[in-house]
């Protein structure tokens, strides 16, 4: 699928001179810097070398005096204490920081999973029945809450109070819990927005930690979950994340494994060397969530609190086993929906998918709209059966609000929700087609033709020359890598292969690239293997890459990793 090289824009000379200077860095480091609102000394100083102390104050965030003094008086009063999250990664992790912590402080206190197909999304009625019936007086509720202001009523009902921390966007009817963690309210005068839910629990505890003079270093030991969240809900790395997730990234990597669970789930997803963002993100998420995709989240949850060896490897094979179920099925509905689609000239050619199928996983849907859009890049819905009705999931392409097309159909749903680029939506089976023509007629007016071509955001133009080991260690000096700081993207002219081409698993490329006859480094390019017969001929081509290590058998050398090539 051909891509749009879209460059970013460069600060200004001067900017990018006075940053060079004081830091002595090259100027194409200085404009990479700049690209990422790091502009002075200052700002640099703080994203080289993060520092906890920089964390800020939780009790700046709206209704932290409230909360702290509410867990205090339940902690103090000996209550029964339910800690309460979302299934998915985010939620499972943000579950394990509390109670882990809490139990420490406290024998009356539980955790609580919602299962995702009997109770759904967020603060489920099923939940707060179970904790009337069995006596608790507060619930916690993680990574969800902040639009459940009925069963926070229907709580208050039965006298529980709720401290709800969350980092979604609120609506309008705020919960009238007994205090609400959100930094996006719009009137929480919290200075960083882009907290996991994970992150805001550990906020709350930091707070707790203050006010009751309990060391902090007790809750930094917390978090790899922490980082383990943040990778996990793509959330920006930047600012108070970017510190929280330096710090965790410390912790999985550290001499002596801190957490028998992650460390059981490390070597089930046979990750070697440093853990980073991208293998939380494709080693450890995947497993995480399937385990509420297919089974018992809960399962996630007591591998996370799991203290002994023996006891996290046979809660994250259990883990591992249903990421190997939800594997296959994503494989089996993936190829299913992709030859619906190659099956029907009106999907092949329309400008969205909309697919229904009454046996499709629901668990997987939103996984196998993903893999769709990577073949037809244009936004995506899949439906299959729930409770008498369609429901589905719907992912979106650069630049294209998917919600905005669901809601100009909102009268042929039940129910819909979610953001710009994912959303999920419930339907009368019966309008299916209709709500197919009307989705299609909506973004046939609303999309543009660059929105239906994929992108790559490029850094800067460099010649190989340039990729010296000072170059690259400050390179790695940028990681933690992610939403908001992604890894430097560079595009290299009038290269070619020195004659060690090959094809590897059939589908990818190994090179030997050179660009002045000297200089030549290793480079890998994924599902490349097209492209063989071209760079084999000797035609220089232009390349669009990343630079990172390969560690192969405790060999470290430079490697640059593909991610398009345009021949001359």
Known sequence: ??????????????????????????????????????????????FFRPSIADLHDPFLMKDMHRAVNRLTEALHRSEKILVYGDYDVDGTTSVALMYGFLRHYTHQIEFYIPDRYKEGYGVSTAGIEYAAEHGFGLIISLDCGIKSADKVAYAASFGIDFIIC???????????AVAVLDPKQIDCPYPYKELSGCGVGFKLLQAFCLQNGVELEELFNFLDLVVVSIA??????????????????????????????????????????????????FGFSPRINAAGRMGDAKNSVRMLLAQTKDEAFKMADIINESNKERRSKDSNITKEA?????????????????????????????????????????????????????????????????????????????????HMYAAGLTLPIENIPAF?????????????????????????????????????????????????????????????????LRVVGDTHLKLRLTQDGYT???????????????????????VCYTIEENNYRGNITTQLSIKDIRFK
């Open 166 to 176: 969350d980092h979604h966007l609120p609506d309008n009817d705020i919960p009238q």
């Open 232 to 281: 996990a809900d793509i959330v920006p790395i930047t600012g108070e994340n970017r510190i929280l997730a330096y710090f965790g990234l410390q912790l999985l990597n550290g001499p002596q494994p801190t957490r028998p669970g992650l460390d059981a789930l490390k070597e089930l997803a046979a990750i070697t060397g440093e853990m980073d963002i991208t293998s939380i993100v």
């Open 520 to 542: 030549s480094f290793d480079a890998i390019a994924f599902g490349f293997g097209d492209y063989y017969h071209h760079i084999s001929k000797g035609i220089p081509f232009d």
């Open 338 to 418: 992709l030859q619906m689609i190659e099956e029907d000239d009106f999907l092949r050619n329309a400008k969205s998918t909309v697919l229904y199928k009454e046996n499709w996983h629901k668990g997987v849907i939103g996984i196998v709209a993903s893999r769709c859009i990577e073949k037809y890049y244009r936004p995506t819905i899949i439906l299959t059966h729930s409770n008498g009705k369609a429901s589905g999931s719907a992912r979106s392409v650069h630049g294209f609000n998917v919600h905005s097309a669901i809601e100009s159909c909102s009268d042929l749903l039940d129910q819909y929700g979610g």
């Open 436 to 500: 197919r023509e009307r989705f299609e007629h909506f973004v046939s007016n609303a999309i543009t033709e660059e929105q239906q071509t994929p992108q790559i955001e490029i850094d800067t133009l460099i010649n190989f020359s340039q990729i010296t080991r000072n170059f690259f260690g400050i390179i790695k000096q940028m990681e933690p890598f992610g939403p908001g700081n992604m890894r430097p993207v560079f595009v290299s002219e009038c290269v070619y292969d020195t004659g060690n």
């Open 1 to 46: 699928m051909e891509k749009r090289w879209v460059y970013k824009q460069q600060a200004s000379e001067e900017i990018v001179k006075n940053l060079a200077e004081s830091l002595k860095v090259s100027p194409t480091i200085a404009g990479i810097l700049c690209q990422r609102d790091i502009c002075t000394f200052e700002e640099a100083k703080a």
